[in-house]
């Protein structure tokens, strides 16, 4: 495997982001069923970490995908929606309805881009591939804990 083939593999966890609809879609929805299954087994602070780690792989094969490509957040990169979807996700006890709002709300942002999102997406690199991810990840963190707070 060439260093290439190793950034597209993970840039695109596991070619989920090889799909012909919705990559991005496709691989927020992977990292939501991810999680349903695996945060039981994982303490919250693993699973933190772990989203942080992926945040940095994330961004080192992110940049290296874009280098091969030629092109700036090219559709197949979804590690990017992985991490924004997990973060979304913290402090959340696994449950399909809580779950899937936080999947929707993410998915909302993610396509719709308000202020600073917008702006992040431009950065270039990996770096901006991740960031505007991580923001519409923490804005529908905030949004699923304050719904969570006035409906329990």
Request: proline share 5%; with cysteine.
């Amino acid at each position: 495997m060439t260093g290439y083939s190793v950034a597209r593999f993970f840039s695109s966890i596991c070619y989920i982001g090889r799909v012909p609809y919705a990559p991005g879609t496709a691989g927020s929805f992977v990292a939501l069923c991810t999680w349903y299954y695996l945060y039981p087994a994982l303490q919250a602070n693993y699973f933190i970490a772990f989203t942080i780690l992926l945040f940095f792989i994330g961004v080192k094969a992110s940049s290296d995908t874009e280098r091969y490509l030629s092109s700036h957040d090219p559709s197949e990169i979804v590690i990017d929606e992985w991490v924004g979807q997990w973060l979304s996700l913290w402090w959340v006890s696994p449950s399909l309805i809580w779950g899937l709002i936080a999947f929707i709300i993410f998915r909302i942002f993610d396509i719709c881009k308000p202020w600073p999102i917008k702006r992040l997406d431009r950065i270039s690199s990996g770096w901006g591939v991740m960031l505007d991810d991580v923001a519409a990840g923490v804005y529908t963190l905030f949004i699923v804990h304050i719904l969570k707070w006035i409906y329990l």
